[in-house]
């Protein structure tokens, strides 16, 4: 079983910029996609964006195109999610997760499904 640390989260004006880490266990990572998501309080779980196994596609929701930038780096295990432009609304735990299955082609981590293996999150808090 995989294990996923994120770090990097804080407190930021809006406008500012973060750059999360996550952090994987293990010798299989550079043939899993990788995916962030984000929860607010009282609200489910959203689905951020994703990056394939590669690095070479990633894929974002609208809420975030733009302004978030997923980025992996397989020698070190590590993915991370560098957001710019900040707006209050992006306050939220935010977890990586890892795909339930290998070599996922881009067209298949365009969404939550695919992803398991979850983090324990890291807190971004944006204030105007």
């Known amino acids: 079983q995989v294990q996923l640390v994120e770090s990097g989260g804080g407190l930021v004006q809006a406008g500012g910029s973060l750059r999360l880490s996550c952090a994987a266990s293990?010798?299989?990572?550079?043939?899993?996609?990788m995916g962030w998501f984000r929860q607010s309080p009282g609200k489910e779980r959203e689905f951020v964006g994703a990056i394939t196994a590669s690095g070479r596609s990633t894929y974002y929701v609208d809420a975030v195109k733009g302004r978030f930038t997923i980025s992996r780096d397989n020698a070190k295990n590590m993915v991370y999610l560098q957001m710019n432009s900040l707006r209050p609304e992006d306050t939220a735990v935010y977890y990586c997760a890892r795909d339930r299955n290998p070599f996922s082609d881009y067209r298949l981590i365009q969404g939550p499904s695919p992803f398991g293996s979850w983090g324990q999150g890291t807190q971004v808090t944006v204030f105007s």
């Open positions: 293990g010798r299989t990572f550079s043939i899993y996609a």
